[in-house]
């Protein structure tokens, strides 16, 4: 009884794995890559994933026919003695260290280079910083005189700005990464674009992008670093160059502050509750560096997403509740004393104009 209750849930475990890969909306699927990295890695992937089968098949079919014709009767006389004991096979012994050395190194000729390649900062590329911290991602497109030497004029970048969790960029464009964690390691990963890199705190580490079509390009924190790590999203929106040209120039434009009504009480209240660790370019003076780290809200309602991509910016629900209680994920920073609903509907009018 106990047998075939494990019989049925290997047959299930092993049914779904395979179920799974048959998934349609698969957003984060590594085998149908659509950026040039992640697709030199997918041609690279193809003949090795070809070679390890043909070595497996191999190396079971010769512990089949091992198992099969060396069996042992119940009849044979011998049946409950010691089978002969043998001690090494230096023919043999030679023969299974040298032939998977020959393979591996026949693998490192065609896997070395691209390794090299993935590393190698492109000629022109459009350069953003990204810091990777408990549980959210901050983007910085470096301005011309920004100190980290980034000159992003090319891509219609005048002045230095910042977003969170949303990585957007032009698409066919070569977009270099300078990688920074604020707290434990985290890992960059969006799979269809390119492998994963992880994000060390005290060192920078560098990863590039390009995609070859517009698109949203949904991805991962892909290294354990706490509690809310599974929350610990992004998405990379690749335009086109109309619609990245646009997307810069809001990006840059001022902000008026409102001076009536519901929003104009929350500018108020967010001077008081939140300027203290959210940035907002233009309104508030900036915050601390030593202040708690927390995204930068200029043009907040031009992503999708907010606290690491979990949760919609279009449903003003999903804010809201993240306001009521930003506990709702696991290990947030963000402590503020218990709003209350009317407090809650004046930041939420305030917030609805950054865009
Ligand atoms: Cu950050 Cu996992």
Redo the contacts with the bound molecule.
Sequence with gaps: MHRLRTRWLLLAVVTLAFLAGCAKDAPQDTLEPSGTYAKDIDKLQKPVFAIAIFVAIFVFALIAFAVWKFRSKETDPSYDDLPEQLHGNTKLEIGWTILPAVVLAGLSVVSLPLIFELNEEPEQALQVTVT?QK?WWAYDYLGPDDERGGDNAEYGIEAAFTTANELHIPEDTEVWLELESKDVI?SFWAPKLNGKRDVVPGRTHTWKLRAEEPGVYSGQ?A???GTS?AF?RLKVVAHDRASWDEWVANMQAPVDEPTSGLAAEGFELFGTRCASCHQVDGQWEDVAADSPSAPNLTKLFTRDCFAGCIYDLNDPNELEAWLRDPQRKAGSLMVIPELTEDEIDRLYAYLETLK
């Design positions: 990777g549980y985290h924190c290294e354990f670093c790590h610990m």
